[in-house]
Each structure stands twice: as structure tokens, then as C-alpha cells.
């Protein structure tokens, strides 16, 4: 049975393109699927999965931006598992762009090939040491990147969900890498500094009561900040999972200031029943999030929608947001 497991999303103007970070089975399809979008939403009748090998090999989409001048589209894996004597996961560590209205002209950013699989392997070893701590100088061993977000200043932003010794003992966190990044010769450049810029703990934050961690982040040139996501995955229930939604101004991003919860009033933050995972902004007051619920399909019968939801396998959950004055 094919799950729905939608962990990417970008809005390009008239279509709404989606990752998954699972694969999809059967001949003519990907991990990455485009839908038209209108007034009353996406038109489901409208799929197109997007086919060129670039968009095959790579395995585990986490998230897709939209350079600000509107005319590129870049998305990452989670680069968060390699094979040293293998290309078996080199999927896992890609990092694609291609021009917007053009996805069939996609390309790998900085490409290494390993028997006829191309990705971004090098770029590895380089968010691992912008993660170098006291217990690993040389560069943390595991991660996963879940955010991307291109900025002003032609700087790329890496956010990171989880670091650690390895994939089962890791930490959570909210943590964001940038590197500067240049278009030449219809190719994606990426500069040698990787530098941490970013760290915040929202578990201090008086008004959350879940262990969240950073799963998508993007840049508002409306508004000039950006929107960070983060998700909690406590169990297998749907009221064990969910997520919530901030903003960050560029000034306090720079600072690195705390980031401030988007509340419903002044006491009661925005929480998603579904486990948000991926942000895209439509307008100046709209913000379209996908879910990604992993396995969990929730209950028959709803009695609280804010933490309680009900969902076929094959279908994912989207939430758009107005932002009022």
C-alpha cells in the first residue's frame, strides 16, 4: 500500500509542488508531485509526478524553497545516512535546483557520482562540521537536515532537526547552517563557509508542553522574516503527534533572538493536530503547511479536531493559514 508521507512543499504561483520522504512506488511516478492550485485549492486531478532522474535518485525530500527573486526552486534531502563502500544511500545526500517554471531542467548542486548514482554526497561532511562540538571537533557524526530556506544576501539556510552520535541517539533541535550561494552558467554554486548561525531551545518557552523540533523552514519576502516549524512525535496516536508555527524577523534571525510563536490569541498558541512538516508562502497573508503523520492514521471519531484527526493511508493533510492584522 502506497502512504502518503508529503515532507516538502513549495508554491511556484500556480502549482503546489510536493516531496515525499518515502518513496513512491510504480513505474512513471517519483518522490515529487505537482498540483495545480486555485481558489478552492489543490486540484487533485491535476498530479503530475516529476520524472527526470535527478528527482528519482534522490531519496527523502525535507524541504523546498523559492529563491527571493522568485525564479529558482531548490530542495534538500536529509542527508542523514551514507554507506562509506557504497552508493546505496547516496540519494539520501542530494541537494537539486531548477529554474522555476522549468523543473524538467533540474540539476544536482555540486554533483559527485558513485557507479551511475549522482548526488550532493560531498556537501556531507560539510554541514557535519559546521555541527563540530566539544565531543566531536571533527564534525557530528549523525543529522538530519528537515529545513531549507533561501535568503537575502544569496545565503542558503540548512535547518537541522536532529544531531547526535548516531541515528538512535541523537538530540532534538532547532539549528540553522548557512552557506553563501551563487547562479552561474545555469549552475548552482555553493561558497566553502558552512557556519552554525542559528540555535534556539523552544522547550524554554512557557507555552509549549511537548519536546518540538525544527521540521521546515522558509523565508516571507512579504514581510521580510521567516517562518519556522517545528513538530513533536510523542507515540503512535493522533493526539501524539502535531506541530506549531513561528516567525522570525531577518533583524532578530541575525541577532539570534528568540523566534515568537504564531498565537490564535494571547494565551493559546496555534497547534496542529496533524505533525506539520512542510511551509509554503502563497500571498502576503496566506501560509499553505503540509503534514506528514507518518503511519498514523488517527480515529473514526472525532471529538477534539485541534488534537484529533482521521486519514486514509494514501492522503495528507493541509492546513492554510490567514494571517489577519
Known amino acids: 500500500m502506497v502512504q ?33 492550485y486555485g481558489e478552492n485549492g489543490l486540484l487533485a486531478d491535476s498530479l503530475d509526478y516529476l520524472t527526470d532522474a535527478p528527482f528519482v535518485q534522490a531519496v527523502k525530500y525535507e524541504d523546498f524553497t523559492v529563491t527571493p527573486d522568485g525564479k529558482y526552486v ?4 536529509g542527508f542523514d545516512r551514507v554507506k562509506v563502500d557504497s552508493n546505496a544511500w547516496d540519494g539520501y545526500n542530494t541537494l537539486l535546483f531548477w529554474p522555476k517554471e522549468t523543473p524538467g531542467a533540474v540539476k544536482v548542486v555540486t554533483p559527485l ?3 551511475n548514482i549522482t548526488s550532493s554526497l560531498g556537501l556531507r561532511s560539510k554541514l557535519s562540521a559546521a555541527l563540530a562540538t566539544h565531543s566531536y571537533p571533527e564534525g557530528i557524526p549523525y543529522f538530519k537536515v528537515e529545513g531549507l530556506a533561501a535568503i537575502p544576501g544569496n545565503k542558503l539556510l540548512f535547518g537541522i532537526r ?40 523552544p522547550w524554554v518557552n512557557p507555552l509549549l ?21 517545528t513538530s513533536f512525535e510523542e507515540g503512535d496516536s493522533d ?22 510563536l504564531v498565537m490564535l490569541d494571547k494565551s493559546t498558541p496555534l497547534l496542529f493536530a496533524h505533525k506539520a512538516e512542510g511551509l509554503a508562502v502563497l500571498d502576503a497573508t496566506h501560509v499553505f503547511v503540509i503534514h506528514d503523520d507518518d503511519r498514523v492514521l488517527g480515529r473514526e471519531f472525532i471529538e477534539n479536531p485541534e488534537t484529533q484527526f482521521h486519514r486514509e493511508p494514501h492522503q495528507a493533510a493541509y492546513t492554510i493559514i490567514l494571517f489577519t492584522p
Not at 508529503?6 to 505537482?34: E, M, N
Not at 523540533?213 to 519556522?228: N, P, V
Open 113 to 115: 557520482t558513485r557507479d
Open 239 to 260: 493526539e501524539s503527534i502535531g506541530g506549531y508555527l513561528w516567525t522570525l524577523s531577518m533583524e532578530a534571525f541575525k541577532k539570534g533572538c528568540a523566534p515568537k
Open 74 to 77: 531548490i530542495a534538500t534531502t
Open 4 to 36: 502518503c508521507e508529503a515532507s516538502a512543499v513549495v508554491y511556484t504561483g500556480d502549482k503546489i509542488i510536493l516531496g515525499s520522504d518515502k518513496p513512491i512506488p510504480g513505474a512513471f511516478r517519483s518522490s515529487v508531485l505537482a498540483l495545480e
Open 209 to 229: 508542553h511537548r519536546r518540538v523540533a525544527l521540521s521546515s523552514i522558509e523565508y516571507d519576502s512579504h514581510k521580510d522574516q521567516l517562518y519556522l516549524l
Open 162 to 201: 536532529e544531531l547526535g552520535a548516531k541515528y538512535n541517539d541523537f538530540d532534538y533541535a532547532v539549528k540553522i547552517i548557512s552557506v553563501p550561494y551563487r547562479f552561474d552558467n545555469g549552475e548552482m554554486i555553493l561558497g566553502n563557509t558552512f557556519s552554525l548561525v542559528y540555535d534556539y531551545n
